[in-house]
């Protein structure tokens, strides 16, 4: 795997970049589309191949590890033939879980116990675990596992729980060091830095995996109910101490706004479910701002879905047409929906790059932010 920073910005951090793994490249900034159970949901592969134009996607190891299993997974040939996409995937390695099922498990220095909470049999994930079932899985980029603690949470507490993170790290490293993939292409690790809402823990994170040879490296605990402002002076700050040949992942972020702003502090690389999860309940990213296709203004609005977008849907659907099928819960509005804001985050993060290329990402990304703040 290896990242080719092709452009600075030189009125801010912003840069652009080609990340080469064995299933294609990955054109940076990124956004990566979710498929938590390998699926991006309500979207076909095709679709996301052909008309979204994603470069890459995620999986989820606890959920996937859950259903189908990984005896499945691998009689399949791994998450590439199973769902029949041929480009990178990238796997989350449940560390999300072990912050949003913290009613339901137990941490331990050997990992977190967890009720499944489909049958609510017990199951426990370590370093080495995990290790093993992302490479059943066979996702081409593959994160540490790693505790993401609660926004807020005292500094003892985030200090234990980056302590925990980095040594989980290292057995990660080191069960990676011996085993091999299972399916013929090379799988790297991405570790994780965290450190809650505190600076100086933040700096040692980011420090500690900095030392720890990878092909990139992710910011963790981050879009966790902290205030935007605080989200923007970590990502300074921990990109100002990351290595700047390696590509910068930021966990779960985030609105269309807030990439843009990450992309000026040095991140690379996104994902998300809110495209496609507020597609399902009406929100609609556009260039001109957030439309909620559910209100009544749009009624009888035949126009289409977004004038400006470059989705096939944008032009072939109404407002009206659209706001119908979703209030009457037909199935088609979830496709509609998601493919419009998908193909509008790629597009985002590809116009970026075409600014970032050439050297105006500065000027064009405030006045972005002030467009996409709107209600509309």
Known sequence: MNFKLEAKDASSSARA??????HG??????????????????????????????????GNTYHLYLRPGMDTMQKAGGLHKYMNWDMPILTDSGGYQVYSLSHNRKLTEEGAEFRNHINGDKLTFTPENVMDIQRTIGADIIMAFDECPPYPCTKQYAKNSMDRTHRWLDRCVARLAETEPLYGHNQELFPILQGGGY???????????????AAGYAIGGLSVGEPAEEMYETSELVCGILPEDKPRYLMGVGTPVNILENIALGVDMFDCVMPTRNART??????????NIKNKKWEQDFSPID??????VDKMYSKSY????LRANEILALNILSLHNLVFYLD??????????AGDFSEWKDKMVLQLSAKI
Do not use: C
């Not at 659209?322 to 099928?325: A, K, S, T, W, Y």
């Open 307 to 312: 004038p400006a977008g470059s989705a096939e």
């Open 25 to 58: 490249e990955i054109r940076t900034p990124i956004f990566m589309p979710v498929g938590t159970l390998g699926s991006v949901k309500a979207v076909s592969q095709p679709q996301l191949k052909n008309e979204v134009g994603a470069d890459i996607i995620l």
């Open 348 to 357: 985002l993060v590809r116009e970026a790059r075409k600014h970032i290329i």
């Open 282 to 291: 009406g929100t609609v990213y556009t260039w001109n701002g957030v439309m």
């Open 322 to 325: 659209v706001r119908h099928l």
């Open 199 to 213: 600076a100086d823990l933040r700096k040692e994170s980011a420090e500690y995996i900095a030392g720890v040879e």
């Open 17 to 22: 970049g080609t990340l080469t793994t064995d």
